[in-house]
């Protein structure tokens, strides 16, 4: 139920914010222009220290890497530490320019960046009743999913990613990932539009009926 409840939020709040805008601020914050690919390891090891002071990035040797094998980097955030841990055999394949290792880091980039630039912080309170907390930090983790194909791949190379998959080099982005990404792309200002035309005046219409039904109620009292 929490996943589902998450994946609803997501797309609600893909009405509210342009996430296209999302990954261009990205790009000016590490002064990279529209065309330039993102270099990831670069940007986590040069950029983020000048402006965070608490950021480190932190090479695991394979043999102790406590996670599941198709998990190739990670974020770790709380006050004192934000942490990007990649795993080494990632990172050496990244530093060659391995695009499925650099979509890696840029994805925990984006981890990064949404919770201290854009101060997307779901989940991060502790204070949370658990289960809300879930549904929050699945959220968290779909605007990643969506933001980070957005803000490393073009239009041209989601779609022709979508009509090739064998041939595609990134492996770590997944079938759903790659679909949204693609989906905000092509419908995001239609969706917008007719949100603001048609649902938004819906709701405000509803909002005065139940304010007038709650007048009446309290001055036939």
Same mark, same amino acid.
């Given at each position: ?7 609803? @939020? ?12 999302? *990954?261009?601020?990205? $790009? ?33 040797? &394979? ?29 050496? $394949? ?42 929050? @930090? ?22 022709? *990613?979508?009509? *090739?998959?064998? &041939?595609?080099?990134?492996? @770590? ?15 995001? &200002? ?6 603001? $035309? ?22 036939? *009292?």
């Amino acid at each position: 139920m929490a996943e589902q409840i998450s994946i609803l @939020c997501t797309t609600i709040l893909m009405f509210f914010i342009d996430f296209k805008k999302v *990954a261009s601020e990205f $790009r000016k914050v590490f002064n990279l222009d529209s065309t330039e690919e993102f270099p990831a390891v670069k940007i986590a090891e040069r950029k983020i220290p000048e402006s965070d002071s608490k950021f480190t990035v932190l090479v695991v040797a &394979d043999c102790d890497w406590d996670f599941e094998n198709s998990v190739q980097a990670y974020y770790r955030h709380s006050d004192n530490v934000h942490e990007i841990g990649i795993k080494e055999s990632v990172y050496y $394949r990244a530093l060659g320019g391995d695009k499925d290792a650099l979509f890696s880091v840029a994805h925990e980039i984006v981890h990064w960046g949404l919770i201290n630039h854009f101060n997307f912080r779901f989940g991060l309170n502790e204070d949370v009743p658990p289960e809300a907390r879930m549904i929050l @930090c699945g959220i968290h983790e779909n605007l990643v999913d969506l933001v980070t194909p957005l803000l490393v791949l073009s239009e041209d190379e989601l779609k022709a *990613a979508q009509s *090739a998959k064998s &041939d595609f080099d990134y492996t @770590c982005l997944s079938g759903g990932q790659l679909d949204l990404a693609l989906f905000y792309f092509q419908n995001y &200002d239609v969706l917008q539009k007719n949100f603001k $035309r048609n649902i938004v005046p819906s709701l405000r219409k509803a909002m005065k009926k139940g304010g007038g039904s709650n007048g009446e109620k309290k001055g036939s *009292a």
